[in-house]
């Protein structure tokens, strides 16, 4: 395992420094890609302030996760030189928590290097190009939690973080595709009858086939959308019924959440 954990540790590094950096220099290049954002908003954009407020949670739990990968205690006879950790005392489920982040580190770093290169093309106004890129880690991303064994009560901290990380850059990576998409097709508000009521279904549907963790993801994309439409000139009832829509995905996720959560409590 020890190549598996130097090879994870390079990726995980080198990838996060280099979606920062480009994210960084997005934000204080003139123009930034908040006012690229406002320069072409469309039927499913969000309001920018959640995406940069949903970054900087992120950016402290990839930070947490990529610690996590530097510990001594690394499972199957690897360990850094200098230390005295006993790896022969090393449990099944220690093994698979390590396995399952290993397994996820290539994804992660596909999707730090595809947010990097959707920002240069965002910058450029190349929207087509942009969505080939958001489309390739969101759905890389989908199937990276799909994949993911589900946490249980004594399930370690590597695994909690693994999990918080993939679904966190799923969640908003569908937030990514759905806004991309709506300005490469210049599709203004409010949509059609049928995108709308499938907009409507999507969110609680999707929420409702969820764990509550990406399902709150979810929760919060509709309501970045619904704030972002809030106030477009011609959009009519759309914003209003985001908001509904928001609520019945609240309600979901918060019916998804109560067993857990009374678990939780009555200890």
Known sequence: MGNEVSRARVLTVSSFLTNFAVQTYGMVTTPNMKD?????????????????????GQVVLQLAWIRKLFENDVPGGYQPIGTGVDNNVVSKEKQ????????????YALGNFCIAG?????LREDFNASQVLVTINTFAQLL??????????NSSSLMQLTHYVAKTFAGIGVLDFIDNGGVALHYRAPPSTLVQAA??????????????LFG?????????????????FGAGP?????????LATAGVVGVKAAPALREHFSK
């Open 36 to 56: 690229v954002a406002e320069a072409n908003h469309f039927a499913f954009s969000p309001n920018p302030w959640f995406i940069a407020a949903f970054f900087s």
């Open 96 to 107: 698979r928590d390590w396995q399952v982040a290993l397994s996820y580190a290539p994804v």
């Open 118 to 122: 959707w920002l240069y093309f965002w």
């Open 144 to 153: 990276a939690v799909a994949a993911l064994p589900p946490l249980t009560p």
């Open 199 to 212: 907009t409507y279904a999507f969110f609680p549907l999707a929420a409702a086939a969820s764990k509550p």
């Open 216 to 232: 709150s993801i979810l929760l919060y994309d509709v309501v970045a959308i619904a704030v972002g439409q809030s106030g477009v």
């Open 238 to 246: 759309w914003p209003t019924r985001l908001g509904w829509t928001a």
